[in-house]
């Protein structure tokens, strides 16, 4: 449906010069009571991690992300049936006859690359939709529905949205009660790390220490990492979180030296949104010498999906820490596409090779070939290999045949508190 030039200025987003929230619940209204046979549906889209790209690209440019991503949607509505709306900032909704969800690539539509100081860089959509069942709901309940789906859409790959159902809106209101606790959580001490030792293949000895965070809830009990974090993500929250269970490791690797604890390295993980602090390298060094450590004691885990987010802040940071003395790991090795790109452009000392890679090694030839295949590369850089994920003998066995340096898994230890790592590592001298 073509907007009416009629709309009032007060109606229009003054940006994209689509319908503001009041705007296109007038004229979704209106659609909807010219075409009472018609099924519609609300769909409900923003630009992945866009207060990143804000950051990383600047205002005037992601101005223009939004106006070019209005003209494409102009098109279709001279085409099509269809009323469209700027919510605020990088969300849109639109209202559209249900059989038209299908023929319109919404996905191919609103992906963007861009160009940051000669890097490329994507921007992509999530989708939500709600296909209009309740007649007595208003716009605005129809439009929070969809944004839920949204929010819960999780396979990229397969498909371009997520259908809101009453169980998405259940998930909705645990991510907003979650979110709603993270400060009391985190003055309340709900929050802590626990301790993984990475073991020598061979002898079994305890050669380091992953720390990992953990989040047990007064009311939901142990709530999964893979819950919060990237709730924590989305949110701002995980720098915050990080830098306090940075300092709470520091001061166990202090204990150590204290009590003359065997004394290993401790290795902190670094999540792809803290890169986006300019003076991340001096937070972790800070933090490390005010606790009275070295930094030949605290080792810097990075994933490979860090380094797709913000490359340049990445590899800028990366070599600081480097510089200044920290081993730097990567993290779930061979899980992102990025993962050899990332070899030769940052100073890595420690492959940690995902555990996918182990728990499949068996099935076919192909996975035994890629297992050894890893391990060799490790080898033939001169990095030292971590294998993640080895639960059973057989798999450990496995790893002392190819020659991998170190293991991590169940069928060594479990993730432990600091009390008891501090007891593993005194009875391990």
């Keep these: 449906m073509k907007e009416s030039k009629a709309i009032s200025t007060t109606d229009t987003d003054a940006l994209t010069g689509l319908l503001n929230r009041e705007g296109f619940e007038k004229e979704v209204n209106a659609l909807r009571k010219a075409q009472p046979d018609t099924e ?23 101005d223009w992300i939004l106006k070019n991503i209005s003209n494409v949607f102009r098109k279709f509505s001279g085409q099509y049936p269809i009323v469209f709306g700027r919510i605020i900032s990088d969300r849109f909704v639109c209202c559209i006859p249900k059989e038209l969800v299908e023929i319109i690539d919404w996905k191919n539509a609103t992906d963007i690359k861009t160009d940051i100081h000669g890097f490329e860089y994507h921007l992509h959509s999530n989708y939500g939709i709600y296909y209009i ?46 979110l709603g606790d993270f400060r009391r959580a985190l003055e309340s001490g709900q929050f802590y790390p626990v301790y993984q030792p990475i073991c020598d293949a061979g002898t079994g000895h305890v050669i380091s220490v992953e720390v990992l965070t953990r989040w047990k809830h007064p009311v939901y009990g142990n709530i999964p990492p893979a819950e919060f974090f990237p709730l924590f993500e989305e949110n701002g929250c995980i720098g915050e979180l990080d830098r306090y269970i940075w300092e709470k490791a520091c001061q166990t690797v202090r204990t150590s030296f204290e009590h003359s604890h065997k004394v290993v390295p401790f290795s902190i993980n670094v999540s792809k949104v803290d890169f986006l602090a300019s003076n991340l390298a001096d937070i972790i060094y800070d933090i490390v010498t005010e606790n009275g450590l070295n930094p030949e004691f605290i080792q810097i885990e990075v994933t490979e999906s860090a380094c797709t987010f913000s490359k340049e802040n990445v590899q800028r940071t990366v070599q600081k820490l480097h510089d200044c003395g920290f081993k730097i790991l990567m993290d779930d090795f061979g899980k992102e596409c990025s993962s050899f ?38 080898r033939e850089l001169e990095l030292e290999s971590v294998i993640e994920g080895v639960e059973t003998e057989e798999q450990a066995r496995y790893v002392q045949k190819i020659g991998g340096n ?6 060594y230890y479990k993730p432990m508190l600091d009390e008891q790592i501090l007891h593993l590592l005194d009875a391990s001298r």
């Design 133 to 178: 069942t309740k007649e007595t709901l208003s716009v605005d309940e129809m439009i929070m529905r969809a944004q839920i789906a949204m929010q819960t859409f999780s396979s990229p790959m397969t498909q371009s949205y997520a259908v809101y159902n009453q169980e998405m809106g259940d998930r909705a209101i645990r991510r907003n009660l979650l």
């Design 406 to 411: 170190y293991v991590q898994g169940y069928y």
């Design 40 to 62: 519609f549906c609300i769909i409900y889209w923003n630009i992945k991690e866009f207060k990143i790209a804000n950051i990383l690209l600047g205002r005037e440019r992601c």
């Design 341 to 378: 790109e990332m070899l030769s452009e940052l100073p890595i000392d420690i492959l940690k090779i995902d555990a996918s890679f182990i728990q499949n090694h068996d099935k076919t030839k192909k996975d035994k070939v890629i297992m050894d295949t890893l391990v060799r590369l490790a």
